[in-house]
């Protein structure tokens, strides 16, 4: 993609901070924002679900999911240096073949964290718990 804002979400979501986060999440897990949205889905059912994550960044709320019983995942996001953390992440985890990645640039000013889903037993509360936040390089979701 060779956009201007494409071009800033690759600056601003570098190899670099893909790497410090990645590091991050092996250590620590996920961010607390990102373990209430887990807690929820997780308490809510995802075994079978397929998972949609939208800006899934180096990977957090999908690989957390597929080891807790979701089927497969796409993840979209708009930094190639995310995706390939969250891709090498995948496969050390082996959920490789799990998780399909595609590299786009959402185009609405508001994107989902994390959309599930197409669970066989779909979840009352999914839509409620499909949080959203602003997609601007000045604040990442
Ligand atoms: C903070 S990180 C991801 C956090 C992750 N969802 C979590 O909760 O652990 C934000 C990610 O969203 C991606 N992103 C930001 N704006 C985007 C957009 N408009 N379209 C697609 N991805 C976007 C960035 O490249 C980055 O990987």
Redesign the pocket.
């Known amino acids: 993609m060779d956009c201007c804002q494409c071009q800033g ?1 690759e600056g601003l ?1 570098n190899q670099r901070e893909a790497a410090r ?1 990645l590091k991050a999440f092996q250590r620590k897990g ?2 607390t ?2 373990r209430v ?1 887990l807690d929820a889905l997780r308490a809510a059912g995802i075994e079978g679900a397929t998972l949609l ?6 990977g ?2 999908q690989l957390e999911l597929l080891g807790a019983g979701a089927s497969s995942a796409t993840d ?4 190639t240096a ?1 995706i390939s953390a969250a891709r090498d992440e995948a496969a050390r985890r082996g959920f490789g073949d799990r998780v399909t990645y595609q590299h ?3 185009s609405s000013a508001v ?1 989902t ?2 959309v599930a889903w197409s669970a066989p037993r779909r979840p009352k509360r999914a839509g409620s718990m499909a949080s959203s936040t602003r ?1 601007t ?1 000045g604040s ?2």
């Open positions: 979400i979501f986060r996920s961010e924002s990102t949205l994550d939208i800006g899934g960044g180096i957090a709320i979209v996001d708009a930094s995310y786009w640039i959402a994107i964290i994390c997609a390089p990442p979701g």
